[in-house]
């Protein structure tokens, strides 16, 4: 009997498999409660003859999706939403039935009066990301109360489900539930993977649903904002249902087991003031009521009509008249992407989640503009300079009064903390995206440029002074130090963050020139501004970003200072610190509060930072000093009794994204700063391009070191240490790549004995080439290499292509010996062709389709000739030398490929590639 029944689950399973489908699919975008993603899940055909798939409401989610399915036959078909539910979790996909050429599209029966207790079922679907997963389990209840997956996300209410006792999970939401005679009498939702359960969403509304969609009808939802849950006789006799009343329900409906009480209220709802939490469900339009079902085939028929509702509340019958709203009007269908963020009106689950009325707007996704004002993600945005945002319309309206970088005023509250106004600044931004209105129309949405307003946001002049805190010395240092403020909305050349502050100093008053370490403006791309005697605030460019070692210049204007007391700080290059020497510490903390301390110098060591895992920003050849003990802080200046400077005090961010400081003498950038200041030219660096170490004497002896240049070093009356410099690594496409190697021992530079980093960058400062005596397997050899000339820049154009931040090889990655052709992928987004394709960061892309892309010009020529929805092979590479081919489809609508590129004016240019796709296409 048993192998009869296999047999026969067996011939089921083949009827209908051909229906199952995998989807795979991208959330483009934040939205309602959710971020956007890539995933897997699965769906089933319920009408072979005009392409429809049913599929989760959570799969689908509310906001913009590109999704395929894939078919038995692995034919994949491009999908569109057809309807998702606003609450219960189903929703439609349709397809074009003539695009599957290779077999006959066949769909499965939806029977949902076929669900009884002890029926044995297969859920059959794309289990955990398989392609097909087959589990069987048997129908346990059909009253189960509706699986609660998140605190602040998607939740269905208002139904029961069924409960079995099987190991479905993850990958098998929208999977039917098949029973014997090959129909669908449930669609999963949700496992518990703990018990062992899964829960299965009853069909009937989903019937209902499919044949309003099938008609070409809108499938209408009322609703009365609130949640009901159903409650044993027990607990509903003990909130005050009479004996006569519960008599009465156990006569009317002898299967019954309880009633229906009032869970969840929506403030300023249509229900709200009228119903309390706890009121017992009687009658809806004087008919007894003990089903979710009962309800819901009401307000679906009655949106924007009255009904009578009869409920106990204590031990008193009241009647209520309520209006019936419309599921569809509180369930968003238009967006704002803006600065990266998104915006749209609060919605139906945001407010049952938090307790708030359903109105107003949202941020979704706080991006950077308003990650800058101190926003996040679920702020409800009230007013901007005073003005109230009720709409989408009305915030378009306001914003578009403030030219970029002004400055506005923002009041909000969060969702979970709806009592109390908060305050923020955030600085208009309209540089660095291109704000859209998107609207879902006919289930296909569709953008507009928002219009920004022309015109440029003026400065003014402000006057100021330093902060004082009564001390000669510090006083006079004060007057030369500010904070420096960075943020970046795009993270490229290995920087390890988007917010940075630290302390500056002013080393041109006239140019406006500030140094800062490269903890604090750790790139070019980004937004810089400066805070003077923590009072006023002035952008800032940034125009130099040193290559090798820790430190960057940014400039201001002078003219937006006025007439102030800040001054140039004046900088000894000549001081050689010795240990135990007593100096000065002066600095800025993150409070902008002045701090000052005497410090004594502990010693003066090669600074070495490990590498991390993912290539980043890190210092190298530099000689630093450390001090016995010194307070913590955002940076400052190390000076002299005198007041002149002699080090900046930096904050070395590690592999491991700590910090730790170290003082920079000035002498090490001696260059930069004095180009900077006596010309108008940007700076040149000069560098062999390899990273040195340093060996004792004794060790170099073994390796092959003359003695002649041994006793040199031990009777020198200017050399401290005795040591010479081997080299750790050599960058790539270098001279020194093609002539040295590593561990090689440098001895010598144009005739000149060589022992520390600073007399190396000395002695190939201003040339062409150098000749270097080395010593490389205990032999010495003289050698001419080629000196790298710098620029202070870094990268300066990025694409974004499908979701894929594309740049440039930056330098440290070249600096692990990498020499990969092709672009480099910094960074990808969630959500994108990139994330739903497997395009990941620390790669390399050398071709599209056949075309080479060694650069990012060839590389942007190959992509703007790509048409959306198209497929392309595009061949990468990895850190360690393996390739590999993705096939990946482009989303032109969602996912548009732009260009950001620096001026010569230290600004950024940003730019869109037409789409030229119709609407129509997606």
Same mark, same amino acid.
């Given at each position: ?26 959330? $483009? ?32 989610? $509310? ?7 894939? /078919? ?67 129908? =346990? ?30 990958? #098998? ?110 009658? @809806? ?69 938090? +307790?708030?009325? $359903?109105?107003?707007?949202? @941020? ?16 409800? @945005? ?74 440029? /946001? ?143 110098? +502990? ?13 980043? $920003? ?11 003990? =010194? ?9 002299? +009794? ?73 009777? +020198? ?39 520390? /980093? ?41 694409? /974004? ?27 990808? #987004? ?93």
């Amino acid at each position: 009997g048993k192998m009869e029944n296999n047999h026969d689950w067996e011939n089921t399973i083949n009827k209908i498999i051909g229906a199952v489908v995998a989807i795979k699919f991208n959330h $483009c975008n934040s939205f309602e409660t959710n971020g956007p993603s890539s995933g897997v899940a699965t769906g089933f055909v319920v009408d072979a003859e005009r392409g429809i798939i049913l599929t989760n409401r959570h799969v689908i989610k $509310c906001g913009p999706i590109v999704a395929e399915a894939l /078919f038995a036959d692995h034919e994949e078909v491009s999908l569109k939403t057809l309807y998702r539910d606003p609450v219960h979790d189903f929703g439609f996909f349709s397809f074009n039935p003539d695009d599957i050429k290779y077999m006959d599209v066949i769909d499965i029966k939806l029977a949902p009066e076929e669900a009884t207790i002890g029926a044995e079922l297969r859920v059959v679907g794309n289990d955990s990301g398989e392609k097909l997963s087959i589990l069987s389990g048997i129908l =346990a209840r059909v009253d189960r109360k509706s699986p609660h997956y998140s605190d602040s996300g998607y939740n269905d209410f208002n139904t029961f489900y069924y409960q079995a006792a099987s190991g479905t999970s993850g990958g #098998s939401s929208g999977s039917p539930v098949i029973n014997i005679n090959g129909n669908a009498i449930a669609l999963n939702a949700g496992g518990r993977v703990k018990g062992a359960s899964s829960y299965y969403l009853p069909l009937d509304r989903i019937v209902r649903a499919l044949k309003i969609v099938q008609d070409g009808g809108k499938v209408s939802r009322g609703t009365l904002q609130m949640i009901w849950e159903h409650k044993p006789y027990h607990f509903v006799s003990s909130i005050g249902v009479s004996e006569e009343i519960e008599t009465l329900f156990r006569n009317e409906f002898p299967e019954e087991t309880g009633m229906l009480v009032v869970n969840h209220i929506v403030r300023e709802g249509p229900s709200d003031q009228l119903f309390q939490v706890g009121d017992v469900m009687i009658s @809806l339009n004087d008919k007894y009521v003990t089903k979710f079902l009962q309800i819901e085939e009401v307000l679906d028929e009655s949106i924007g009509e009255e009904v009578r509702v009869t409920v106990v509340r204590g031990s008193e019958m009241i009647d209520i008249t309520v209006v019936v709203d419309d599921l569809h009007r509180i369930t968003p269908n238009e967006y704002i992407t803006i600065s990266k963020s998104t915006i749209h009106n609060v919605s139906y689950m945001q407010a049952l989640n938090y +307790s708030i009325p $359903c109105k107003g707007i949202t @941020l979704v996704s706080a991006g950077y503009m308003f990650l800058g004002g101190g926003l996040s993600k679920g702020s409800i @945005l009230l007013s901007l300079n005073g003005e109230p945002l009720p709409t989408l319309t009305e915030f378009i309206r306001v914003i578009s009064q403030y030219t970029d970088r002004s400055k506005v005023v923002v009041r909000y509250i969060t969702d979970k903390d709806k009592n109390r106004e908060r305050v923020g600044i955030i600085e208009i931004d309209w540089r660095w995206t291109t704000a859209k209105m998107w609207k879902r129309v006919n289930n296909v949405w569709e953008s507009n440029d928002i219009e920004k307003p022309t015109g440029e /946001f003026k400065e003014s002049s402000i006057i100021t002074s330093p902060v004082r805190i009564k001390n000669e010395l510090a006083d006079f240092v004060l007057s030369s130090l500010v904070m420096v403020t960075f943020r970046t909305p795009y993270i490229i050349d290995g920087i390890h963050g988007s917010l940075f502050v630290g302390t500056g100093i002013i080393i041109d008053s006239v140019k406006g020139l500030v140094v800062v370490d490269k903890n604090t403006v750790p790139g070019v791309l980004g937004d810089c501004s400066i805070s003077f005697g923590a009072s006023v605030q002035i952008p800032a460019k940034i125009v130099f970003v040193h290559p090798t070692h820790y430190i960057s210049i940014v400039r201001y204007d002078v003219e937006l200072l006025g007439k102030t007391t800040f001054k140039s700080i004046e900088l000894d290059y000549d001081s050689d610190p010795i240990p135990g020497e007593e100096k000065f510490y002066v600095s800025l903390g993150s409070n902008q509060k002045a701090f000052f301390q005497s410090v004594y110098i +502990s010693k003066v060591q090669e600074l070495f930072v490990k590498e991390g895992k993912v290539p980043k $920003c890190r210092p190298i050849n530099e000689e630093t000093i450390r001090l016995v003990k =010194a307070s913590s802080s955002v940076g400052g200046v190390l000076v002299n +009794s005198d007041g002149t400077a002699f080090a900046q005090w930096v904050a070395y961010n590690t592999s491991k994204d700590k910090s730790y400081f170290s003082g920079l003498p000035y002498r090490t950038i001696k260059n930069v700063i004095e180009t900077f200041k006596n010309t108008d030219d940007i700076p040149i660096v000069y560098s062999l391009e390899v990273e040195f170490f340093v060996i004792p004497l004794t060790l170099a002896r073994n390796m092959g070191l003359d003695e002649k240049w041994i006793h040199s070093i031990e009777h +020198s009356d200017t050399i401290r240490f005795r040591h010479v410099l081997k080299i750790r690594q050599i960058m790539p496409y270098t001279g020194a790549y093609e002539k040295l190697r590593i561990g090689d021992i440098i001895v010598s530079i144009n005739g000149k004995l060589v022992t520390s /980093f600073l007399e190396v960058e000395d002695e190939v400062y201003g040339k062409d080439s150098v000749d270097i005596l080395i010593v490389r397997d205990q032999v010495q050899l003289e050698v001419t290499v080629e000196v790298e000339k710098l620029d202070g820049i870094g990268s300066d154009k990025v694409i /974004f292509w499908s979701g894929a931040w594309i740049q440039d090889t930056h330098r440290y990655v070249l600096a692990r010996g990498v020499k990969n052709e092709g672009v480099y992928i910094s960074r990808w #987004s969630k959500g994108s062709p990139a994330h739903k394709y497997g395009i990941r960061a620390i790669h390399w892309i050398t071709h599209i389709n056949e075309t080479p892309t060694p650069n990012l010009n060839e590389f942007e020529e190959a992509v703007q000739v790509l048409e959306h929805q198209s497929f392309v092979r595009v061949r990468v590479i990895d850190i360690q030398g393996r390739v590999d081919v993705v096939s990946l489809k482009t989303d032109n609508i969602f996912w548009e490929t732009s260009i950001l590129e620096r001026q010569p004016d230290a600004t950024w240019k940003r730019s869109t590639i037409p789409r030229n796709t119709p609407l129509s296409e997606h």
